[in-house]
């Protein structure tokens, strides 16, 4: 055998082998930035993945941070709101614009990247997700994310992973409200159960971001 062609070889199986390996650890698995194999689609799917794009009229954009989404209501139980509502509701169709610092980080079954938002001052309670999905829309975002971190690729994880940021921003991601009625109690709170401290509602998905500091 010609000998550069062998360690060729022996580096695409090692790279083969660890590929297999991730592939089978866990239930999904991040083949790059832009690419899922085995992700599950959540409830509200059509309504997490709405591709609508920014409004024209930049006026109808909402600047808001972290702890003033805290603050916001749930719907009202007159809404009719469940974990197999597709459509949004009204107040799920304004555009925001949310500036906090990224001070979590983390990868769900869905496919989805978490961003966890707190005010930049750090100063009042209240911490937001954010969140972007798998999708040709999205793409060049998740690049743009999974380099604040030191993951590397391919790998594997059953239900959620937390990731480790090398980089922690002050950023503005637009997009439109989205309640989380998965993660919201019986009487609509705009608080989880847990963790403690987070709003029900986020943002999600995420169409424009921009890193401040």
């Not at 790279?15 to 409830?43: D, H, N, R, Y």
């Not at 009204?90 to 500036?99: D, M, P, R, V």
């Not at 911490?127 to 790998?155: D, H, M, Y």
Request: hydrophobic share 40%; with cysteine; net charge neutral.
């Amino acid at each position: 055998m010609n000998g550069a062609l062998f360690p060729a070889l022996l580096a695409a199986f090692v790279i083969g082998s660890a590929f297999a390996k991730s592939m089978t650890a866990g239930a999904v698995t991040f083949v790059s930035p832009c690419e899922c194999q085995g992700q599950k689609s959540g409830s509200r799917w059509p309504a997490k993945t709405d591709p609508s794009p920014l409004p024209l009229d930049k006026s109808t954009i909402q600047t808001v941070t972290p702890s003033q989404i805290y603050e916001w209501k749930g719907p009202e139980p007159s809404v009719p709101l469940t974990s197999e509502t597709d459509t949004r509701i009204a107040a799920e169709q304004k555009w925001y614009s949310l500036t906090g610092r990224v001070v979590n980080l983390k990868v769900e079954g869905d496919g989805d990247i978490t961003l966890v938002l707190k005010d930049a001052d750090g100063k009042k309670a209240g911490s937001v997700n954010a969140e972007i999905p798998v999708g040709p829309e999205w793409c060049e975002l998740r690049k743009l994310i999974f380099g604040w971190t030191t993951q590397s690729f391919p790998f594997s994880f059953k239900a959620s992973q937390r990731l480790e940021l090398r980089e922690q921003h002050v950023i503005t991601v637009t997009g439109m409200a989205f309640f989380d009625v998965d993660h919201a109690s019986a009487d609509r709170s705009n608080r989880r159960t847990k963790p403690k401290k987070y709003a029900v509602w986020e943002i999600h998905p995420v169409m424009a971001l921009h890193v401040d500091q």
